[in-house]
T-cell receptor, first 116, second 110 residues
């Protein structure tokens, strides 16, 4: 089945120790998103890729970066995690082309990040 | 930024009862979507209603949209224990980005 896969499902890191979360998709969608979701809150968009074009949200901290080496894979790098970065990180995809799009987003199961 | 506000924040109902939750938003939209999130999992798309539609059905789900009031409602009929989850509305302004509300947590008691 076509899907969005996130690894690992649970990640524990130490304060200040860089961490990378990964996302892959078999949907061949051209747009990939990274969201941060804290407990009982709405998912907050960090950034997204439209094809190879990177788009950062204005309030995303510089501590967060992303890479998309090809259509299928996208990575979230947290350079120096703080206690406030502990959250669920959700990857999503969609297909968007002018005049024709899926409109909906397809989410992975998320990676729960704990910062000690 | 978060555009949607959901009401109520939490809802507890008996199995078989209906559950209704509401979403209000601030700016004009292309469409409004509802997603479900089971505890500790990703979001699953439930239903999409476009700005020129007023009501839509999918199985036990009924969504309404009132663009004059900038509000939407999601009704789940004949609820089941498996409907226990958080439900989020998300607005699409046509720029392929979604803005999510804070969600309604629904608990269905057996």
């Amino acid at each position: 089945d076509a899907m969005v896969i996130q690894n690992p499902r649970y990640q524990v890191t130490q304060f200040g120790k860089p961490v990378t979360l990964s996302c892959s998709q078999t949907l061949n969608h051209n747009v990939m998103y990274w969201y941060q979701q804290k407990s009982s809150q709405a998912p907050k968009l960090l950034f997204h890729y439209y094809d190879k074009d990177f788009n950062n949200e204005a309030d995303t901290p510089d501590n967060f970066q992303s890479r998309r080496p090809n259509t299928s894979f996208c990575f979230l790098d947290i350079r120096s995690p703080g206690l406030g970065d502990a959250a669920m990180y959700l990857c999503a995809t969609s297909s968007f082309h002018q005049g024709m799009s899926t409109d909906t987003q397809y989410f992975g199961p998320g990676t729960r990040l704990t910062v000690l | 930024s978060q555009q949607g506000e959901e009401d109520p924040q939490a809802l507890s109902i008996q199995e078989g009862e209906n559950a209704t939750m509401n979403c209000s938003y601030k700016t004009s939209i292309n469409n409004l979507q509802w997603y479900r999130q089971n505890s500790g999992r990703g979001l699953v798309h439930l239903i999409l209603i476009r700005s020129n539609e007023r009501e839509k059905h999918s199985g036990r789900l009924r969504v309404t949209l009132d663009t004059s009031k900038k509000s939407s409602s999601l009704l789940i009929t004949a609820s089941r224990a498996a409907d226990t989850a958080s439900y989020f509305c998300a607005t699409d302004r046509g720029d392929y980005k979604l803005s999510f509300g804070a969600g309604t947590t629904v608990t269905v008691r057996a």
